[in-house]
């Protein structure tokens, strides 16, 4: 006989059962840990790899500008496609395409210590510095929230636009840092620090700036003080870096078109913003939307301005004022956050970076509200607005109102957070100040809807004059009349191209090189091709190329050709005589100018804008001596003479927008002819000198110029 009997000696008896929350337990730690796996390896063995050999699409963006501020050129025309584009080659760096528009000049700041390093070593330390603060944002969750490590990883490494954001070395890990930071201190009670993150977050991407309403609505005036003089630091910063000049361009001129949805191509439905399906449902345009359901353009006026109050208004009439419980905060942010998202009116798949936040800070209510049912449906959709598929399920449809799926996701986890929060205190009374924040927002609302409807007013007359170009050129730039055919420098996707529109159509130059201007009399072209410099080429064989040389115009009589030639990042006209072959080219103006165009005068003089010391854009005018004379201190840009001499059209800004005058130069009366709220600019005469040929960004996002040919009485 054995000397014991265990428990369960007996051949007949069966061990208890394990509870069956116990094994769901199990399970689901197990699928977490495999998820986890899975996307590390992803992280790990495809994003990381790739954004480590390739510069990728935005971070010469940043790099590119804070090196020309780092290298003391003149950053006044950072903003300006053409000219950023000029700079990238002139520094070698491989990208086809680059752009500032809408990014602040300040958040090009992050890079500022790198931009003396190559561009792609200056990526790989961009890197380190990302993944050390995803590290470090990982920590700050942990303190806030008390989350496992392991959920923490999870959310994480679930962010496909985390993975987004290393491949195209973007900026959003650093303000998820900030905003991360500046919660932590909220709820810790250092609300004055928590306001001076969120004035620096301003600096980066201008919609935490919402927050300052946040911090009214809960009455905190520390927070809300520290959020002003941190929005006021980045703000000084960014002029003295940058000087007054870019930063007046980005608030006069680029944020009212981005709060429209309208800084980037507002048709584009991979955006999947409410302004870009609004835009595609209601608004005609020839070469982006030729085919809206309904042309309504008023509709989209009423309609944005209300579908972002009820998408974002809950974020702040939810908030309690006097509640400062931990929880509660979390929601708050949370909400606050979600909420700008879901407005946003041009977001891209690397913005929902952020949303590493608000899921993290939502983990415990969710499970607290819902179980774990909650939580799943808390990162089905967190998880689901980062896939990366939308794009091309979406493009599948034929209806404009099921091609943004992703929208949806956003506006049900929008909706789902609103719950959580409306939970927390179900049926708390609501405070009075709630019915003076609903006043705020109607008219807030209705003072939108007035300015969306002035706005539309006149948008799209210009249209009868349009010429037909093809849907792979993005803008038409520096347009040009050479007999019956109009010549432009083209933006395609993979530069920037000669073309010429004819009654025969588009037709473009084959180049390795960027071709950025174009200068033509009726029987010769000259072209600037860029690569490591300017370079002014002639379709006559028999002429040399000349180096170091940008932005040609030639004489209507062919005897001179003038051009810029580029001084520590400012422009001097230099004049050649076309009929002397051989003759020395002259110097017309000092560099303290900075010429950004010309046109020449019937009797060999040259009329210019300059920016003489960062200053505004103004006249000049200069005789092939050399005497400089200025023409008056209106902001004037794009002059243009016609061949006769008998009108002198050029671009005045008023108002935030560039509109084309024209001036009689014989009784010398001027009218406006262009009126509508939008960008015309760049015209230039046929040589009837009765027709004016401009481009035009009405009706499209800025500065994004189709051309338009229009009679002159």
């Known amino acids: 006989m054995p000397l014991f009997v265990t428990k369960y000696s007996s051949p007949f008896r069966r061990p208890n059962p394990l509870p069956i929350e116990v094994l769901a337990s199990e399970w689901v730690r197990g699928v977490e840990w495999l998820v986890f796996a899975l996307m590390f390896c992803y992280l790990c063995l495809h994003t990381l790899p790739t954004a480590w050999k390739t510069l990728n699409t935005d971070f010469p963006n940043y790099y590119l500008t804070a090196r020309i501020a780092r290298e003391k050129e003149s950053t006044s025309r950072i903003y300006e496609w053409v000219w950023l584009q000029r700079q990238k080659d002139y520094r070698g760096i491989d990208q086809r395409i680059v752009g500032l528009v809408p990014i602040t000049p300040f958040s090009t700041l992050a890079v500022w210590p790198l931009a003396s390093l190559l561009p792609l070593a200056a990526k790989h330390y961009w890197l380190i510095a990302n993944l050390a603060m995803v590290a470090a944002i990982a920590v700050i969750l942990r303190s806030l929230t008390r989350l496992s490590w392991r959920h923490i990883a999870l959310v994480v490494v679930l962010s496909i636009p985390l993975n987004k954001n290393f491949l195209y070395g973007q900026y959003y890990v650093l303000l998820l840092f900030v905003l991360t930071l500046a919660c932590w201190c909220y709820v810790r009670q250092k609300r004055l620090v928590a306001g001076l993150l969120i004035g620096l977050a301003f600096g980066l991407k201008l919609f935490p700036l919402l927050y300052l309403g946040y911090f009214l609505r809960k009455k905190d005036f520390k927070a809300f003080v520290g959020g002003v003089i941190g929005s006021f630091a980045a703000v000084i910063v960014s002029i003295a870096v940058f000087g007054i000049q870019a930063n007046r361009v980005l608030f006069i001129q680029i944020l009212p078109w981005a709060m429209r949805g309208e800084g980037m191509s507002p048709y584009d439905i991979s955006s999947a913003s409410v302004a870009t399906l609004l835009h595609r449902l209601f608004i005609y345009e020839p070469q982006w939307n030729p085919s809206p359901p309904i042309n309504a353009p008023w509709m989209f006026a009423i309609l944005l301005p209300l579908v972002q109050t009820f998408l974002f208004a809950p974020a702040l009439l939810l908030s309690k004022p006097d509640n400062r419980d931990p929880k509660r905060l979390h929601l708050e942010w949370s909400a606050l956050l979600i909420g700008s998202l879901a407005i946003s009116t041009l977001p891209a798949g690397y913005h929902f970076t952020l949303l590493i936040l608000p899921v993290c800070l939502m983990w415990a209510s969710a499970r607290e509200k819902a179980g774990w049912v909650g939580t799943a449906v808390l990162l089905f959709l967190y998880a689901a607005i980062g896939y990366p598929g939308w794009k091309a399920l979406g493009a599948t449809s034929h209806l404009v109102l099921f091609s943004v799926p992703r929208l949806y996701v956003v506006v049900a986890l929008c909706i789902f957070t609103y719950w959580l929060l409306g939970a927390v205190q179900r049926g708390a009374k609501q405070d009075r100040d709630t019915f003076l ?68 159509g588009v037709h473009f130059d084959k180049s390795h090189s960027d071709q950025l201007a174009l200068a033509a009399t009726s029987s010769e072209r000259w072209t600037e091709e860029v690569d490591s410099e300017s370079m002014i080429v002639s379709s006559r064989p028999d002429r040399e190329v000349i180096h170091q040389a940008e932005s040609p115009v030639a004489s209507p009589n062919g005897r001179w050709l003038a051009f810029l030639r580029e001084e520590h990042g400012r422009n001097r006209i230099w004049l050649r005589a076309l009929d002397r072959p051989g003759s020395t080219d002259k110097i017309l103006t000092s560099v303290e100018l900075d010429v950004a165009e010309m046109s020449f005068m019937p009797n060999g003089s040259i009329i210019f804008s300059a920016e003489p010391n960062e200053g505004r854009p103004r006249l000049f005018l200069v005789d092939q001596a050399g005497s400089v004379s200025s023409l008056g201190p209106n902001e004037i840009r794009y002059p243009a003479i016609s061949p006769d001499g008998h009108w002198f059209a050029y671009s005045m800004l008023q108002e935030g927008n560039w509109h084309i005058w024209l001036r009689d130069l014989h009784s010398g009366q001027t009218s406006r002819l262009t009126n509508a709220d939008c960008n015309n600019v760049e015209p230039t005469w046929q040589s009837d000198s009765k027709t004016l040929i401009y481009a035009s960004d009405c009706g499209r996002a800025l500065w994004f110029y189709a051309l338009c040919r229009r009679p002159i009485s």
């Open 437 to 504: 924040w609903t006043g705020v927002f109607v008219m807030m609302a209705s003072l939108n809807i007035v300015i969306g409807l002035r706005h539309q007013h006149g948008l799209y007359t210009d249209y009868p004059w349009r010429l037909p170009i093809t849907d792979n050129v993005f803008q038409a730039n520096n347009p040009i009349a050479q007999n019956k055919t109009v010549l432009f420098s083209a933006m395609l996707h993979d530069g920037y191209r000669a073309a010429a529109q004819s009654e025969g």
